[in-house]
């Protein structure tokens, strides 16, 4: 029983063998997968994977390095999708300063939208955060964002932001990083975190897990998440694979 929080399978790249790719995650265990839209293509295809397959669930949001290109159109448009019993989260939105596409103040403000909506439709966040660490965790208090909560997607920060984060009632995801032999900081948070406060994710196709890391990333590798907190944590696979996919059917209004 995998729960895997946040991948993309609504991208290109599994475009030619998406059904082996979905074979692959069952036979590794992995029970449910979130699939994440964050502009029109990617939304449109993850809502199309919804109907195809049962164990398949949508966030639908709106990228912050795409932030520009948002219209009120859209807006209403996600919040229309939202209604569906499958999409589960608004998102992945947040805030990006690595790329400079879409100026602060506008990557801001849609954020601020979305996070609004997610407070009308009562629906989790999915928070995409790129040295953006200060200004999200000003504005999800600013917003109140605690009423609904949600999770902070693929976690780089320290224990310490993470434990800030738990407090506005979020839950820390942790990916393919905290696999690789120099990640301190995501290893801290898999040891200090508590387990009902962890969820795991592969952000497939992207940050792929040791020993696969630099090459393609698919949801069955989300095993090798679990396997790592679990020996972080010093506790077994199987009670991290529990307790990460109840966590997530928790949040997601799914029990
Ligand atoms: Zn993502």
């Not at 849609?110 to 000003?138: C, G, M, S, W, Y």
């Not at 696999?179 to 994710?201: G, M, Q």
């Not at 592969?202 to 020993?211: F, I, M, Q, R, S």
Request: with cysteine; aromatic share 8%; hydrophobic share 40%.
């Amino acid at each position: 029983m995998l729960f895997d929080t946040h991948a993309h399978l609504n991208a290109e790249q599994f475009n030619e063998d998406l059904n082996e790719v979905m074979q692959r995650a069952l036979e590794a265990g992995v029970s449910q997968i979130v699939v994440v839209g964050f502009d029109r293509p990617t939304i449109t295809r993850a809502m199309e994977l919804v109907e195809e397959h049962e164990f398949i669930y949508a966030a639908v949001g709106w990228h912050p390095v795409d932030a520009i290109d948002m219209t009120e159109e859209d807006l209403i448009w996600i919040e229309e999708l939202a209604a569906h019993p499958k999409v589960v989260a608004i998102g992945e939105t947040g805030l990006d300063y690595h790329w400079d596409k879409s100026p602060k103040d506008v990557q801001k403000e849609v954020f601020r939208k979305q996070i609004r909506l997610a407070k009308k439709v009562k629906l989790p966040i999915v928070i995409h955060n790129r040295e953006a660490t200060a200004d999200i965790i000003d504005i999800l208090k600013e917003e109140h964002a605690e009423e609904v909560g949600g999770i902070m997607h693929c976690f780089s920060g320290s224990a310490e932001t993470a434990k800030e984060c738990i407090n506005m009632n979020f839950y820390i995801s942790l990916g393919g990083p905290v696999t690789f032999k120099n990640a301190r900081k995501p290893k801290e948070v898999a040891e200090e975190i508590p387990l009902d406060r962890l969820l795991i994710e592969t952000d497939c196709p992207y940050l792929a897990p040791h020993p696969y890391r630099g090459k393609r990333n698919e949801p069955s590798y989300v095993k090798l998440v679990a396997e790592q907190i679990a020996e972080l944590k010093g506790i077994s696979y199987e009670e991290v694979a529990e307790a990460t996919a109840r966590n997530a059917r928790k949040l997601f209004g799914m029990v």
